[in-house]
């Protein structure tokens, strides 16, 4: 084993009996580079990667290959989603130099941290109009025998590029307040860009970005037209309907291959399902479909089922690949991608018996297979599970009931989910990141206030009660990243305040305490201290503290992850809809003029940033319902949260020691109580109500 043994990261853990001489990244790793005069090889990925597993069997695990690494290099492994700070510094090089980018990545350093020569995954022997790997590393090390100062001048030339790029937003005398026109802009730009035959954005490969979904239903909301709308719920239905989503256990996949959302990248990631389940909420509640509640409800089961730490913390992801069922003997089976989810047709006639022919009409099963596309040839005779036929279409085919046909399929789904859970299951990567946790915290809470489940919000409060306990150091005011196996640890960013101040948000519209808001309030203003740039606004995505991250950068971007600028403009935007405080709404107006150019430019790469700008153009609305017993509240409850208002803060007050609390972070909801005796709604805009009601209908 090498040093990596020693470590946390469920990454750095599958590298650990490498033959390869691998440090952490660390002043240990720097410190021999510097001495030996030896370059640095930094490889960075995470442990759901799929190529991070070719590229270690092909490579790493080659004792040929590791001679050479050890020889000529310092070997430095970084697992990205413990320290995205390192991993955006490297991949911005990476992505200006070669134009694309992606895990693993691969990068040289000097001694110095340097980069200057840099790619994401390579073939161990050219492949593919690719190098080899071996090549390469013999190259490079070349190159720092004989040509060192040429390799030194132009790592320093790249580092002093980066700097230059560091500072992301408009200068402050460019900065401009960005109105209604940056989202009509924003708007075209999906439009051009719309699938209207098969859903989503561009063409194959299609990857869910939720915030987009977001960004387009609040403009539904905003404007009225309906178009962003329909574009929304057709590519929800596409995805549920499709190979991206897990049809038998639940929760979605991280992207589709083809653009028919057939044949999806098999990992599962815990801020996809938090993502989506928001946009499927939001989707029931505007079209008034069940299908979409019924969706998320499905994917927030499979969160609780499988990746919810018994503590309450939520795991980080599920990889893609793993033995195949057939292999599950074989000590030295090699994983393959998807074999936990894919079905031969006996496989499927063994288990379902009588019910096999409505599943098999339903998911499009083939004697030979089903996979249109199969880039690895992991898919030879074996399917893939999408919605090919309605039950109304089966029904008549078979000449039964629908209902028959319904029935039929809830046993079979039983039968497959209890069959599969005897397979070899995925790689679960059991460490828990406290922003990935707040996404989710909200998804739990929303879903808790809109379908009215408390189990649901059970859900979000023993997640937020973890972070709290675990990684919360109130001491130092100073949220941790990661923990694992009792172990927390590595000093967090911008993104783990923002997104968990986000689920606090959340959480407490759903359930009403006080403390939810008091530890949101606090945490926002940390944020401010930590991370805020005084001179073009928005927040860092690091502190600047540590001196082996190169460049303090800000993220602008909303990817799969939302920029932590981006959801800390909504979450001000919100404490200015809650507490009245003009200083929240000025600094969530200061990071939309640090963003406005972008804005009006390409608002598509900043979908978040116009949801949260589309909030700021909506009349805010406080919505209030005052009363106790959770009998008496909840039909009152269920009609404030029926329809889909996105610009509404809505929340309970329990009467009496919880009222006075909240009083202090609230003081205009001091005075609003229940009339005569029964749960009362206070609906107000911009904190100037109407009369108030006991009645649901009135309410509604």
Same mark, same amino acid.
């Given at each position: +084993?090498?040093? !990596?043994?020693?470590?946390?990261?469920?990454?750095?853990?599958?590298?650990?009996?490498?033959?390869?001489?691998?440090?952490?990244?660390?002043?240990?790793?720097?410190?021999?580079?510097?001495?030996?005069?030896?370059?640095?090889?930094?490889?960075?990925? %995470?442990?759901?990667?799929?190529?991070?597993?070719?590229?270690? *069997?092909?490579? &790493?695990?080659?004792?040929?290959?590791?001679?050479?690494?050890?020889?000529?290099?310092?070997?430095?492994?970084? #697992?990205?989603?413990?320290?995205?700070?390192?991993?955006?510094?490297?991949?911005?090089?990476?992505?200006?130099?070669?134009?694309?980018?992606?895990?693993? +990545?691969?990068?040289?350093?000097? =001694?110095?941290?340097?980069?200057?020569?840099?790619?994401?995954?390579?073939?161990?022997?050219?492949?593919?109009?690719?190098?080899?790997?071996?090549?390469?590393?013999?190259?490079?090390?070349?190159?720092?025998?004989?040509?060192?100062?040429? /390799? !030194?001048?132009?790592?320093?030339?790249?580092?002093?590029?980066?700097?230059?790029?560091?500072?992301?937003?408009?200068?402050?005398?460019?900065?401009?307040? =960005?109105? @209604?026109?940056?989202?009509?802009?924003?708007?075209?730009?999906f439009q051009y860009s719309f699938d209207a035959r098969r859903g989503g954005f561009g063409d194959a490969p299609k990857f869910p970005r939720p915030s987009e979904l977001l960004f387009l239903l609040r403009?539904?909301?905003?404007?009225?037209?309906?178009?962003?709308?329909?574009?929304?719920?057709?590519?929800?239905?596409?995805?549920?309907?499709?190979? +991206?989503? #897990?049809?038998?256990?639940?929760?979605?996949? *991280? %992207?589709?291959?083809?653009?028919?959302?057939?044949?999806?990248?098999?990992?599962?990631?815990?801020?996809?399902?938090?993502?989506?389940?928001?946009?499927?909420?939001?989707?029931?509640?505007?079209?008034?479909?069940?299908?979409?509640?019924?969706?998320?409800?499905?994917?927030?089961?499979?969160?609780?089922?499988?990746?919810?730490?018994?503590?309450?913390?939520?795991?980080?992801?599920?990889?893609?690949?793993? /033995?195949?069922?057939?292999?599950?003997? #074989?000590?030295?089976?090699?994983?393959?991608?998807?074999?936990?989810?894919?079905?031969?047709?006996?496989?499927?006639?063994?288990?379902?018996?009588?019910?096999?022919?409505?599943?098999?009409?339903? %998911?499009?099963?083939?004697?030979?297979?089903?996979?249109?596309?199969?880039?690895?040839?992991?898919?030879?005779?074996?399917?893939?599970?999408?919605? @090919?036929?309605?039950?109304?279409?089966?029904?008549?085919?078979?000449? /039964?009931?629908?209902?028959?046909?319904?029935?039929?399929?809830?046993?079979?789904?039983?039968?497959?989910?209890?069959?599969?859970?005897? *397979?070899?299951?995925?790689?679960?990567?059991?460490? /828990?990141?406290?922003?990935?946790?707040?996404?989710?915290?909200?998804?739990?809470?929303?879903?808790?206030?809109?379908?009215?489940?408390?189990?649901?919000?059970?859900?979000?409060?023993? @997640?937020?009660?973890?972070?709290?306990?675990?990684?919360?150091?109130?001491?130092? $005011?100073?949220?941790?990243?990661?923990?694992?196996?009792?172990?927390?640890?590595?000093?967090?960013?911008?993104?783990?305040?923002?997104?968990?101040? &986000?689920?606090?948000?959340?959480?407490?519209?759903? $359930?009403?305490?006080? $403390?939810?808001?008091?530890?949101?309030?606090?945490?926002?203003?940390?944020? #401010?201290?930590?991370?805020?740039?005084?001179?073009?606004?928005g927040w860092f995505s690091t502190p600047g503290a540590d001196a082996s991250v190169l460049v303090r950068l800000k993220e602008d971007y909303d990817g799969a992850e939302p920029s932590a600028s981006a959801? $800390?403009?909504?979450?001000?935007?919100?404490?200015?809809?809650?507490?009245?405080?003009?200083?929240?709404?000025?600094?969530?107006?200061?990071?939309? *003029?640090?963003?406005?150019?972008?804005?009006?430019?390409?608002?598509?790469?900043?979908?978040? +940033?116009?949801?949260?700008?589309?909030?700021?153009?909506?009349?805010?609305?406080?919505?209030?319902?005052?009363?106790?017993?959770?009998?008496?509240?909840?039909?009152?409850?269920?009609?404030?949260?029926?329809? %889909?208002? =996105?610009?509404?803060?809505?929340?309970?007050?329990?009467?009496?020691?919880?009222?006075?609390?909240?009083?202090?972070?609230? =003081?205009?909801?001091?005075?609003?109580?229940?009339?005569?005796?029964? @749960?009362?709604?206070?609906?107000?805009?911009?904190?100037?109500?109407?009369?108030?009601?006991?009645?649901?209908?009135?309410?509604?």
């Amino acid at each position: +084993m090498n040093r !990596l043994a020693a470590e946390q990261s469920p990454y750095l853990l599958q590298h650990a009996a490498n033959p390869v001489d691998w440090h952490a990244w660390g002043k240990a790793a720097f410190a021999r580079a510097r001495a030996e005069d030896k370059p640095i090889f930094l490889s960075i990925g %995470y442990s759901t990667c799929h190529w991070c597993h070719v590229m270690e *069997r092909e490579s &790493f695990e080659s004792a040929e290959i590791a001679s050479v690494l050890n020889e000529h290099f310092v070997s430095i492994k970084v #697992d990205r989603e413990e320290r995205p700070d390192v991993d955006r510094v490297y991949m911005t090089f990476v992505q200006a130099t070669t134009g694309s980018g992606g895990w693993p +990545m691969s990068v040289w350093l000097t =001694p110095d941290l340097q980069p200057f020569y840099g790619g994401t995954y390579y073939p161990p022997a050219a492949q593919w109009g690719r190098p080899g790997f071996r090549e390469i590393l013999l190259e490079i090390a070349r190159a720092w025998r004989e040509e060192r100062a040429n /390799v !030194l001048e132009s790592a320093s030339t790249i580092t002093e590029r980066l700097a230059s790029m560091a500072a992301s937003g408009d200068t402050p005398d460019k900065r401009v307040l =960005p109105g @209604a026109e940056a989202l009509t802009a924003t708007l075209r730009q999906f439009q051009y860009s719309f699938d209207a035959r098969r859903g989503g954005f561009g063409d194959a490969p299609k990857f869910p970005r939720p915030s987009e979904l977001l960004f387009l239903l609040r403009e539904h909301a905003r404007s009225g037209d309906e178009e962003p709308r329909d574009m929304v719920l057709k590519t929800l239905r596409a995805m549920a309907l499709g190979g +991206m989503r #897990d049809h038998i256990g639940g929760g979605f996949h *991280r %992207y589709s291959v083809d653009g028919n959302w057939r044949v999806p990248h098999f990992e599962k990631m815990l801020y996809d399902q938090a993502q989506l389940v928001l946009a499927y909420l939001e989707a029931a509640q505007v079209s008034g479909e069940v299908f979409f509640a019924e969706i998320a409800e499905d994917t927030l089961q499979y969160v609780r089922r499988d990746l919810t730490d018994r503590d309450g913390g939520f795991y980080s992801a599920e990889d893609a690949d793993s /033995v195949p069922p057939e292999s599950a003997s #074989d000590a030295h089976a090699h994983k393959s991608e998807g074999a936990f989810y894919i079905w031969r047709l006996d496989e499927i006639r063994s288990a379902l018996g009588d019910d096999s022919r409505a599943f098999e009409l339903r %998911y499009g099963i083939l004697p030979d297979g089903n996979a249109p596309f199969d880039p690895q040839s992991e898919f030879t005779g074996k399917n893939l599970l999408y919605t @090919a036929r309605g039950i109304a279409e089966i029904a008549n085919e078979l000449h /039964v009931d629908a209902r028959e046909v319904a029935d039929s399929l809830t046993r079979a789904r039983v039968k497959l989910f209890e069959l599969r859970r005897t *397979r070899p299951r995925p790689h679960l990567d059991d460490k /828990v990141l406290t922003a990935w946790n707040g996404l989710m915290i909200a998804a739990f809470a929303r879903a808790g206030r809109v379908r009215y489940g408390e189990h649901h919000l059970d859900s979000a409060q023993r @997640a937020a009660a973890f972070l709290r306990d675990r990684m919360w150091q109130a001491d130092r $005011g100073i949220l941790l990243r990661r923990y694992r196996a009792g172990h927390a640890a590595i000093d967090g960013y911008a993104e783990d305040y923002a997104y968990l101040v &986000f689920g606090l948000l959340e959480l407490f519209s759903a $359930g009403g305490d006080p $403390g939810w808001l008091e530890w949101a309030i606090e945490l926002q203003h940390r944020q #401010d201290q930590l991370f805020w740039d005084d001179r073009s606004g928005g927040w860092f995505s690091t502190p600047g503290a540590d001196a082996s991250v190169l460049v303090r950068l800000k993220e602008d971007y909303d990817g799969a992850e939302p920029s932590a600028s981006a959801v $800390g403009a909504w979450n001000l935007l919100t404490l200015s809809h809650l507490t009245g405080e003009g200083s929240y709404r000025a600094r969530a107006d200061d990071v939309f *003029r640090t963003f406005g150019s972008r804005l009006l430019a390409q608002g598509r790469t900043l979908p978040m +940033m116009a949801a949260a700008l589309s909030i700021a153009l909506a009349t805010p609305e406080q919505i209030v319902v005052v009363g106790g017993a959770a009998e008496s509240i909840s039909p009152l409850w269920a009609a404030a949260n029926r329809a %889909y208002r =996105p610009f509404a803060q809505i929340f309970r007050i329990e009467p009496g020691e919880n009222q006075q609390r909240l009083s202090s972070l609230l =003081p205009w909801v001091g005075g609003m109580a229940a009339q005569n005796g029964k @749960a009362t709604a206070y609906v107000c805009r911009s904190f100037t109500c109407d009369a108030p009601t006991t009645d649901p209908a009135t309410l509604a």
